[in-house]
């Protein structure tokens, strides 16, 4: 279901969250519908879960199940994916909303000015190509790649616990080991133990 963040109603260090979210999927349950300010064909609700982004730069995709509780029906979030954007004046909001580290309004902007719609696959790709956008050198392209390098692995962290049914609180604890280690770049392919210990085929994460 995709959706785009409407406000923070909890966000607890462990990566615990609770989020309202604006969607106008039609599939979600009239119990867990609320006004939206939107307009007409949106919807609020509430979801809960590990590894959403704090941001409504970016429109995020969510798979879970709803389930009651004393503050009403809710969406329990097994896997969140962000979804990139591809219009300039979504890309700039993305580049500027604090998810990358070394990239604050004017480097968003001149970036943007330089690249346009192919902001995205620059940064996926060829990184090195922000070498070409004034005010940023060696060191600032460093702290970008490494930035955005991390928030791409913490991500296929979370897809690939879902995938293999690995419960949001265990993939928050992964998560939060690998950004304390930091012992590998990527993942590659990996299987996991039943106490959810996980390693990697080709980089070290879990500590033994």
Request: aromatic share 8%; hydrophobic share 30%; charged share 30%.
């Amino acid at each position: 279901m995709r959706c785009k963040l409407d406000r923070v109603r909890f966000k607890g260090t462990d990566g615990f969250s609770i989020f309202s979210y604006h969607t106008q999927d039609p599939d979600i349950p009239e119990s867990a519908r609320h006004f939206s300010r939107l307009g007409e064909n949106w919807y609020t609700f509430t979801a809960v879960g590990y590894g959403m982004p704090d941001t409504d730069a970016v429109d995020v995709e969510l798979d879970g199940k709803w389930e009651n509780s004393k503050y009403g029906l809710q969406l329990h979030v097994s896997s969140c994916r962000e979804v990139a954007p591809r219009t300039v004046k979504g890309i700039l909001a993305y580049l500027c909303s604090g998810l990358i580290k070394g990239i604050g309004p004017e480097t968003a902007k001149a970036i943007v000015a330089k690249f346009g719609t192919k902001t995205i696959d620059v940064l996926e790709d060829e990184p090195e190509r922000l070498l070409e956008v004034k005010g940023i050198a060696k060191a600032k392209l460093t702290t970008i790649m490494r930035s955005h390098e991390q928030t791409r692995t913490l991500r296929e962290i979370t897809e690939y616990c879902h995938r293999d049914h690995i419960a949001g609180r265990k993939s928050a604890e992964l998560s939060q080991r690998w950004l304390s280690e930091q012992k590998c770049t990527c993942l590659e392919a990996y299987h996991y133990k039943r106490d959810f210990q996980i390693v990697t085929t080709h980089h070290e994460l879990a500590s033994g």
